[in-house]
């Protein structure tokens, strides 16, 4: 049988912290972060990675997280938004949970992100054109990875958790159906 998990992707600002926090609240599930979790384990932050190791070596860690965190049951696991760049990763999340693509538009990408200065890949002077641009790239990735999209916009955070946990393929999953 399946693991009961739900893994959240989407791009960087699409509410997968947020969202992943108070799914696995209502679901008395453990919510991981993998970007914490790679900062804690490494005792530098995403950005340092990056700078340090270069995206490359970033994404080979990440990959590694999500293999051992994948095979854990019942947790609510927010990736990164390049997390479904590496195909182990794509292959791990999808067969070993639920993955839901929180989706969102670049104009509301570029709002929550816009104070934001801790995102290696948005350190340019057009970020909305750098949204749109990793969006793009990604999207096919997402749509792959998934096995049910949800739009998240700027609404209440709660109403989009309802949403989620009442839809049918979430149900049958963690057999609430």
């Known amino acids: 049988m399946a693991r009961k998990s739900i893994f959240l992707i989407g791009m960087m600002g699409s509410g997968k912290s947020t969202i992943g ?4 609240r209502e679901l008395d599930m453990t919510f ?10 490494s005792g530098v932050t995403i950005t340092t990675m990056f700078e340090v190791e270069g995206e490359a070596a970033f994404r ?3 990959a590694a997280l999500i293999e051992e965190l994948t095979q854990r049951d019942r947790i609510v696991l927010a ?12 292959i791990a999340l999808r067969s070993r949970g639920l993955v839901i693509y929180l ?9 929550r ?14 970020r909305r054109a750098r949204l749109a641009q990793l969006l793009q790239q990604r999207e096919p990735l997402y749509g792959e990875t998934a096995h049910a999209v949800f739009h998240s916009s700027s609404g209440n955070p709660n ?9 049918p393929v979430v149900r049958s999953v963690l057999g609430t159906s």
């Not at 991981?32 to 384990?41: A, G, M, N, P, S």
């Not at 990164?80 to 794509?90: D, H, K, T, V, Y």
């Not at 989706?103 to 709002?111: F, G, I, N």
């Open 21 to 24: 926090r108070a799914l696995a």
């Open 32 to 41: 991981i972060d993998c970007d914490r979790e790679l900062e804690v384990r």
């Open 60 to 62: 080979e860690r990440e």
């Open 79 to 90: 990736t990164g938004g390049g997390a479904i760049l590496q195909e182990s990763s794509r």
């Open 103 to 111: 989706r969102a538009t670049v104009d509301e990408l570029a709002r």
């Open 113 to 126: 992100t816009a104070r934001d200065r801790g995102r290696p890949l948005l350190q340019t002077d057009d």
């Open 159 to 167: 109403r989009l958790v309802r949403q989620i946990i009442e839809e």
